[in-house]
């Protein structure tokens, strides 16, 4: 059985940081290209970053610079770093698992609210 829990969503307050985890089981996770996307409330979900097996990430334009997507392939985990936070990061950020354009999963999702 496939399983991505994400983990470390909370209500913070602009300019602050988060980091969100996801665990991942069931998968062969090194070879899976992992994604955080998230949903903001009347919004469709978007891509926010993503990190080949071995290669460069890839980030939305909206936080470059903010933002940093890292795996640890041993523990099979994926993060997101997310510096000086806005309000429109308000969002449920979603764990997202593809390979080979076949197979893709995810996770139940994390809410973050980003708010005075």
């Known amino acids: 059985q496939v399983l991505l829990v994400e983990s470390g969503g909370a209500l913070v307050q602009p300019g602050e940081s988060l980091r969100l985890s996801c665990t991942a089981s069931?998968?062969?996770?090194?070879?899976?290209?992992m994604d955080w996307y998230r949903q903001a409330p009347g919004k469709q979900r978007e891509l926010v970053a993503l990190i080949p097996p071995a290669g460069t990430p890839t980030y939305v334009d909206s936080v470059k610079g903010r933002f940093t997507i890292s795996r640890d392939n041993t523990q099979k985990m994926l993060y997101l770093e997310m510096a000086n936070l806005k309000p429109e990061d308000t969002a449920v950020y979603y764990c997202?698992?593809?390979?080979?354009?076949?197979?893709?999963?995810w996770g139940q999702g994390t809410q973050v609210t980003v708010s005075a």
């Open positions: 069931g998968i062969h996770f090194s070879a899976f290209t």
């Open positions: 997202h698992a593809r390979y080979g354009g076949t197979y893709e999963y």
